[in-house]
């Protein structure tokens, strides 16, 4: 709760912005990104939604949260350049490469 902490207290460095920094790296804050996303969606799964149906939603709330942040054209041009990179394989987690 908010009354729990002085006014004034501060739990990191600050941006331009007044929000707290992080004091993790990028690749840090990737691998602990990416590890809570596979938890909440093996939770998910538990919890019986179907993987089609995750996969979808996941998918249009990261679209949703980048066209906020940066316009819908910069996010179209982003995802024009998808199909190549699922084609080489860059999302497939578990390839043989020959």
């Given amino acids: 709760m908010a009354e729990d902490f002085p006014n004034d207290a501060s739990f990191g460095p600050l941006d331009e912005d007044g929000h707290e920094t992080s004091p993790l790296s990028e690749t840090e804050q990737r691998r602990m990104a990416l590890q809570n996303l596979l938890d909440a969606w093996d939770e998910s799964l538990g919890e019986g939604v179907d993987a089609d149906i995750l996969a979808t939603t996941a998918i249009f709330a ?13 996010v179209a041009e982003m995802a024009t350049g998808l199909a190549d990179r699922v084609r080489q394989g860059e999302f497939t987690l578990n390839r043989t490469l020959n």
């Avoid at 990261?62 to 910069?74: C, F, H, I, K, T």
């Fill in 62 to 74: 990261a679209l949703s949260d980048m066209v906020e942040a940066y316009g819908e054209e910069p």
